[in-house]
């Protein structure tokens, strides 16, 4: 890609606030004086994936839950806006960064996620690509190490050469996620686009329910201690 098509991979978005103070000074933090951008990569990735823990519970219907300010702020998000911060502390160390977004069936998840998606399909799963050495790579920052360990699934690593995505089996041989399909990628959050999408697969009532009763419900589960489903 050219300089100019990158561009737009580097610049603030609405909701990828790479010019954000905390941003900037999480940014800082983590890669200290590192100066190969893979190197850097790899560093923001598991920052991202281990000290901010998953947590499909969280606010996802408006742009500002996707900023990087504020899932710094709770330390907590689901895949998407785990996927938009990373995406946000790219820009901030001048790497070209996009979120892309896939479909996928997750044959290992909780009993209470379960019932509240009504489906194992996960619409519109977010992760992360970096412009490494002229080429895109996917970083899926999701699980932390802890979920990830109790789930009995190995920790996504990322080497700033291959793409980073799900597992297809667990540590015990056993099916774990399966990508159906992908949705391409994107500058900026398509916060519409997902909860259409979201809408359509599990129900207009279903997603209106999940917003109305966000703040009194949603915000005080805790997905650490659900029953998993094998």
Known sequence: MTEKQLEKYL????????????????????????TDAVKKAV???????????????SPFYKPEHYRGSFVLNRKRGYCVSKASLLCALGRACNIPS????ATVKN?????????????NIFVYHGFTEFY?????????PAFNKELCLLHKISPIDFNGVDDA????????????????????????????????AWKECYGKERVELWI???EKDFASRNFETEEIVK
């Open 11 to 34: 610049t603030p978005t609405q909701c990828i606030d790479s010019d954000s103070p905390d941003v900037l000074d999480y940014a800082r933090t983590i890669i200290s004086n590192e």
């Open 43 to 57: 560093k923001l990735f598991y920052a991202v994936r281990d000290d901010i823990k998953y947590d499909p519970y």
């Open 98 to 101: 996009r979120v892309g977004f």
């Open 107 to 119: 044959h290992i998840a909780t009993k209470q996620l379960l019932e509240t998606l009504g489906s």
């Open 132 to 140: 490494l050495n002229g080429k895109w790579v996917k970083a899926t």
């Open 165 to 196: 995505i799900f597992p297809e089996y667990n540590t015990e041989k056993k099916q774990y996620m399966e990508y159906i399909e992908y949705h391409g990628s994107f500058a900026d959050i398509p916060v519409e686009t997902i909860l259409e």
């Open 212 to 214: 109305a009763l966000f």
